[in-house]
């Protein structure tokens, strides 16, 4: 498993891991943590050298009771981003999470590697033109409606089934306008339920019949410190042992606060599939 990030062709039959920067003042985890540049670039040295293939930068907070942003709030948090981590670290794979085609666009532009859309172009009509104009990577996470009425959406007959339906049919659109390079996120706690989230990940392995890498993000979710009682700064026991689990059911990408402790997971892993 293959792609092709600027030129650089990065093989995923041995999983990666990513580093989430959030450049938010409200993220659920580490909102407002990282403000000024020095900040940002102690952090991402960190993740680099910890062992990140890929750093993902996300300005708009997806959590449901995040304030709205504009479209130019976001491109002005997150392209400084860019330049500033490219400028101190040019080899850098960065990945952008955004749902809006204008915010790729841009940065894209800046010299972002891969677009992480929490809506698979559900939220913006545009994305997929932008996405095959540019041929980047394309990580197309499952959720309904947005961010703001999500948690109200969570009946399913079959969460699984109708989650392969989902992707099969936004796979074949991307298909369709000759993009290359697509990667799955199933979505943990985007409109799901603790239960379901936990029946979803029971099944991860059958996202593997579409033949497309998997990422799995559940770093610090409440599916983890809702059910254990306990807060999300107490939640890296959680987040390993479910890392664990989703790199056995075929994971090829962890998406990641804590990237030491993911990149241990994942040679550990390696050498029990020996």
Known sequence: MLINCKGQLIDLSIPKVMG???????????????????????????MLSEGA????????????SAEFVTEQEEIDRIVPAIKLILKHFPKALLSIDTFRSQVAKASIE???????????????????????????????????????????LTEYDD???????????KVKKARSLGINDLILD???????????NYEVMQKMELFNLLELPVLAGVSRKSMIYKT???????????????????????AKILRVHDVKEAVECVELFGKMSL
């Open 186 to 196: 199933p979505g943990f706690g985007f409109a799901k339920t603790t239960d379901q």
């Open 53 to 64: 293939t890929f750093i993902d930068i996300g300005a708009y907070s997806s959590k449901p």
């Open 110 to 152: 800046s010299g972002a590697a891969i677009i992480n859309d929490i809506a698979a172009g559900g939220l913006d009509d545009k994305m997929f033109d932008v996405i095959a104009h540019y041929n980047v990577p394309y990580i197309m996470m499952h959720m309904r409606g947005n961010p703001q009425t999500m948690q109200s």
């Open 20 to 46: 989430i920067l959030n450049v938010t003042p409200n993220s659920f985890f580490d909102g407002g943590k990282y403000k000024n540049e020095d900040e940002v670039i102690s952090q991402v040295d960190k």
């Open 159 to 169: 969460i699984v089934k109708e989650m392969l339906f989902y992707f099969s049919e």
């Open 228 to 250: 254990l009682n306990i807060t999300a700064q107490d939640a890296l026991n959680g987040t390993t042992f479910l890392n664990t689990i989703a790199l056995t059911k075929g």
